[in-house]
């Protein structure tokens, strides 16, 4: 059977962007299987242009990053 254990963080906060690292670990063995990093950035519908992060977002990600 195969276990895996996700990890994720908040690597950057920018102004309109932030970025996610994930990895998933084998548990049984501890080999890292898979990793990955993705920029989000905050887009306006209406504009169709970039916009700000707001700031219950940049918060949310402080704090998770502060508890781990």
Known sequence: EFRRVLFRSVSHIG???????????????????????TVMVCFNLTTQ???ELPAPYRKAFTEYEAAE
């Open 15 to 37: 102004q309109k962007s932030f970025t996610l690292k994930q990895r998933a670990i084998n548990q049984k063995t501890g080999c890292i299987v898979c990793q990955c990093s």
């Open 49 to 51: 242009t970039s916009a």
